[in-house]
């Protein structure tokens, strides 16, 4: 069982948005650390998607957005393409395990 | 051109060892926050170690006292030395930068560069 919590699963339609969240706790998302975002397409490795709750790296769409508030945090994704298949991974830091923690993951269909 | 190409993975018998490598390009292991995660056989990502600039460590409470991270300055690699392996350490393992910025409650880290990972199977 992760730490943050993520919806397993989430879809859309072509040019739908969709969202994904992340929940955590007061030792890590609510103790005030950052939420970062992952982009893993099938077969590959991870690619930082967000960091800081809401800042993109050179490169990455502005069809993607983030958020945090309280104990959780949200990507969003805008005008849905077929190339956002892929499975998404939120990531913070948690006091208790004095460590980064990963979400356990959401796989994004694109109907 | 920023990279990162691990090697060493392969199939190893339980309570086995296994020591993976991380070769750096475009950068110096030394100056920064380097880790490994690791991903199970259709799972999610679990940090496993981390090496911080100052050469504070972090384990996983899974492989606390089995496993342990360094750095080769003169060859600009990074290394996973894996002892008393288990089945459940069979995963993709791979070797991540990570960058930082000041935050209110200390430095906040992500990992900006991946590498494609080497795989690890404990199996008899």
């Known amino acids: 069982q992760s730490v943050l919590t993520q919806p397993p699963s989430v879809s859309g339609a072509p040019g739908q948005r969709v969202t994904i969240s992340c929940t955590g706790s007061s030792s890590n998302i609510g103790a005030g650390y950052d939420v970062h975002w992952y982009q893993q397409l099938p077969g590959t490795a991870p690619k930082l998607l967000m960091y800081?709750?809401?800042n993109r790296p050179s490169g990455v769409p502005d069809r993607f957005s983030g958020s945090k508030s309280g104990t959780s945090a949200s990507l969003a994704i805008t005008g849905l393409q077929a190339e956002d298949e892929a499975d998404y991974y939120c990531q913070s830091y948690d006091s208790s395990l004095s460590g980064g923690v990963f979400g356990g993951g959401t796989k994004l269909t694109v109907l | 051109e920023v990279q990162l190409v691990e090697s060493g993975g392969g199939l190893v018998q339980p309570g086995g060892s296994l020591r993976l490598s991380c070769a750096a390009s475009?950068?110096?292991?030394?100056?920064?926050?380097m880790s490994w995660v690791r991903q199970a056989p259709g799972k999610g990502l679990e940090l496993v170690s981390v090496i911080y600039s100052g050469a504070t460590t972090y384990f996983a409470d899974s492989v606390k006292g089995r496993f342990t991270i360094s750095r080769d300055i003169s060859k600009n690699t990074l290394s996973l030395q894996m002892n008393s392996l288990r089945g459940e350490d069979t995963a993709v393992y791979f070797c991540?930068?990570?960058?930082?910025?000041?935050?209110?409650?200390?430095?906040?880290?992500?990992?900006?560069?991946w590498g494609k990972g080497t795989t690890v199977t404990v199996s008899s």
């Open positions: 475009g950068f110096t292991v030394s100056g920064n926050y």
């Open positions: 800081g709750n809401s």
């Open positions: 991540a930068r990570g960058s930082g910025y000041p935050g209110p409650k200390g430095y906040y880290y992500y990992m900006d560069v």
